[in-house]
């Protein structure tokens, strides 16, 4: 059986990297739907969120080689998900004031017109963290 430590997986120090970067990318959201067509704001929202993500990243990469300070896989995966709710609540709030009608079926399969770039750098970015991670939570 695995003892995990919560307190380092649900501490006061994941709840406000959680926070603060809800706080950053609802106001990237926000800007990004109030400057973006509406034909635009989808992709400009995950081109946001994208950015943030990989600037998380990094900034959890520079702590490592700061004194005093830790590179912990967990404060990446508690950035990522303050992003993804404060990046969200812009761009559903977005929909519901424009009243657009957007059908969420599966029926068809979109082609990608390019390789995902993005998640290959990021699963080796976060996978690269996990393995200089400081502080272990097993």
Request: proline residues 3%; contains cysteine.
């Amino acid at each position: 059986m695995l003892n995990v430590d919560y307190s380092i997986v649900f501490g006061m120090d994941k709840f406000q990297h959680f926070f603060i970067y809800t706080m950053i990318s609802f106001l990237v959201g926000i800007l990004t739907v109030m400057f973006s067509s509406e034909r635009s704001i989808k992709e400009n929202v995950k081109i946001g969120a994208r950015l943030l993500f990989i600037a998380s990243i990094v900034d959890e990469y520079r702590q490592y080689f700061i004194d005093g300070r830790d590179a912990e896989f967990l404060d990446a995966v508690w950035n990522l998900l303050g992003i993804l709710a404060g990046i969200c609540i812009p761009y559903i709030i977005s929909v519901f004031i424009s009243g657009r009608r957007q059908s969420y079926s599966f029926s068809y399969i979109r082609k990608r017109k390019r390789p995902p770039y993005f998640a290959i750098v990021a699963i080796l970015m976060l996978i690269g963290l996990f393995f200089i991670n400081e502080v272990p939570f097993f």
